[in-house]
């Protein structure tokens, strides 16, 4: 995550969607679900928000199916402060 917050966004993008290909190929949903959540920051970093949002729900759907707490309260936090965003815009 360090390359997201210097600048180097599309790198770390690029990085991240090869995390997730292999998350969701090992099945492991904790991966996956983590890797969706990655990458919906560097989209929230991109100011790219609807997007960030698209990957944070699809988290919240992997924590809720396989009780996932962690992830599913990272994914749901992070989303609601985009649409207290969102509302201010």
Do not use: C, H, P
Request: charged share 25%.
């Amino acid at each position: 995550m360090i390359y997201a917050y210097r600048d180097l966004g599309d790198y770390a993008k690029e990085y991240f969607e090869k995390a997730n290909y292999y998350a969701v190929l090992s099945k492991y949903q904790e991966y996956t679900a983590s890797s969706y959540i990655n990458l919906a920051r560097i989209y929230t970093l991109k100011e790219q928000n609807d997007k960030a949002i698209e990957y944070y729900n699809k988290a919240i759907a992997i924590g809720k199916e396989y009780n996932l707490t962690n992830s599913l309260a990272a994914a749901m936090n992070e989303t609601r402060i985009l649409y207290i965003r969102k509302k201010r815009l």
